[in-house]
């Protein structure tokens, strides 16, 4: 009787970049995704290295994750963590109207700038400052709203972003989860083009297409502390 093997899953590697404005939620997405807590107090971020594991389907996908500053004072450095990036995650906070300005003007410009073949994807941060009754008091004061998701739908596709999603790191640790198994979902078609559609590409395409349901998604995160990184 022949011995019967296990078959091992394959493995693919991403890079993946959070870029944003200076507290826009970037660390915050990244500290609930790899020690499951979020962070009380606000900490500057220089830059910060991650990694993270997930299955998916027959493919195990390690993701590694940059934190960047969002400083003006790191703009002669950041762009050194740009390289061999397979997708950019530019953040923004949905409680800060202007930094629509700043994605599509100073972000879109040093993506393409440094790296103009890396998907991107737009990801609004704090959703729900959108019903914090404070926030929406001082920004009513300013005659102003929190950015809605049909106004970040609209600044994905003034960026050619591959999709658009939407987070919040204090309250909904699934849309966390959610937007890197996008990320990665969308690394891996780059990564493994082919005329042939498989059942992982077809999801990838039903997530980037339809990213207001990204909170339906369910997925189980974990950490692995004996390989260094949190399975998904």
Sequence with gaps: MKERRLTQPMVARCKLVLVGDVQCGKTAML?????DSYPETYVPTVFENYTACLELEDQRVELSLWDTSGSPYYDNVRPLCYSDSDAVLLCYDISRPD????????????ILDFCPSTRILLIGCKTDLRTDV???????NQKQTPISHEQGSSMAKQLGAEAYLECSAFTSEKSIHSVFRTSALACISKLQPSTKTSPARRLSK???????????????????KAKGCSIM
Excluded: H, N, Y
Excluded at 31 to 35: G, N, P, R, T
Excluded at 99 to 110: H, Q, R, V
């Design 206 to 224: 039903r997530l980037l297409f339809l990213p207001s349901k990204s909170d339906l998604l369910s997925s189980t995160f974990g950490k692995d």
């Design 31 to 35: 500290q609930v995704l790899a020690k």
């Design 99 to 110: 930094s629509i300005d700043g994605a599509l003007k100073k972000w879109k410009t040093e």
């Design 134 to 140: 404070c926030t929406l008091m001082e920004l009513s």
